[in-house]
């Protein structure tokens, strides 16, 4: 692997697992090797991936999680966050993982949100791109997708 000019990123830092993730995810998206990091707390892989759509929360975060003999990959997106593949070999985590990846950066699904009565949105899930026409009336305040085609405020 390219280990790239980035202070943040020590690959001999990460845990077998998580290195062993990066590994996969940089083959799969070699560029993203420029926004990957060390998680703060220790020896997990993060990676924020910029949004080109800058209505969304944040990046695309991906992160991994390693405890108690299993890991996780770990999705944020917008305001929704999801564990994929715990507990599941590395090989197998990463293909569940990269399915909903492909889904988000390729617009085919979107990311949902309610807002609450304190004035914060709290996630309600990803939709389908083709079935955003057919959310029931009330079920979320705002739509965001990675490029921001399929943004929508409902409130």
Same mark, same amino acid.
Do not use: M
């Given at each position: 692997m390219q280990v790239p000019d980035n202070e943040?990123?020590?690959?001999?830092?990460?845990?077998?697992?998580?290195? %062993?993730?990066?590994?996969?995810?940089?083959? %799969?998206?070699?560029? +993203? =090797?420029?926004?990957?990091?060390?998680?703060p707390d220790g020896n997990e892989l993060e990676i924020n991936v910029p949004v080109p759509d800058k209505d969304a929360a944040g990046d695309l975060t991906i992160y991994t999680r390693w405890g108690f003999g299993w890991?996780? =990959?770990?999705? +944020?997106?917008?305001?929704?966050?999801?564990?994929?593949?715990?507990?599941?070999p590395v090989d197998d985590a990463f293909k569940i993982a990269n399915e909903v990846i492909s889904d988000i950066i390729n617009e #085919?699904?979107?990311?949902?949100a309610k807002r609450q009565e304190s004035g914060y949105y709290l996630s309600v899930g990803y939709f389908p791109v083709d079935e955003i026409d057919s959310i029931p009336a009330g079920?979320?305040?705002?739509? #965001?997708?990675?490029?921001?085609?399929?943004? #929508?405020?409902?409130?």
């Open positions: 943040l990123f020590d690959i001999d830092r990460l845990n077998p697992y998580a290195r %062993e993730v990066a590994d996969l995810l940089f083959a %799969e998206y070699p560029d +993203w =090797i420029q926004f990957a990091g060390v998680h890991g996780c =990959i770990s999705l +944020w997106f917008d305001l929704d966050a999801n564990d994929f593949g715990c507990g599941y #085919r699904i979107v990311a949902g079920k979320v305040s705002q739509l #965001r997708s990675f490029l921001g085609t399929y943004n #929508r405020d409902f409130e």
